[in-house]
């Protein structure tokens, strides 16, 4: 069974940065497209950012483009995502998921594994 384990939210005051983590668990990530996205309460999910595995390409929706970047680390079987400058519409459940292939789309339901998410509060 493919799962992913997020890690890193907490409460951060507008301004602030945090970094949350995403391991592969149980298995090596290969050819697999990592996407992260987020749930603010009583909203749909919405797609951040993704990254291809092998490449190391990336992708940012332009909401976020100047202050999220993706990353990841293929000896350790991770992937990242750095936010910087924090405000409180951020503020949601983050997921991290993947699919078994390169996708470059950021609709949920083409991602098939998911981790259970990390909530980030951004408020003073």
């Known amino acids: 069974q493919l799962q992913l384990v997020e890690s890193g939210g907490g409460l951060v005051q507008p301004g602030g940065s945090l970094r949350l983590s995403c391991a592969a668990s149980?298995?090596?990530?290969?050819?697999?497209?990592i996407g992260w996205f987020r749930q603010a309460p009583g909203k749909a999910r919405e797609g951040l950012t993704l990254?291809?595995?092998?490449?190391?390409?990336?992708y940012v929706t332009p909401s976020v483009k100047d202050r999220f970047t993706i990353s990841r680390d293929n000896a350790k079987n991770m992937v990242y995502l750095q936010m910087n400058n924090l405000k409180p519409e951020d503020t949601g459940d983050y997921y991290c998921?993947?699919?078994?292939?390169?996708?470059?789309?950021?609709?949920?339901?083409?991602?098939?594994?998911w981790g259970q998410g990390t909530q980030v509060t951004v408020s003073s």
């Open positions: 990254i291809t595995h092998t490449d190391g390409i990336t």
């Open positions: 149980g298995f090596t990530l290969d050819s697999d497209t």
């Open positions: 998921a993947g699919e078994r292939s390169i996708i470059w789309s950021l609709n949920p339901s083409l991602y098939h594994y």
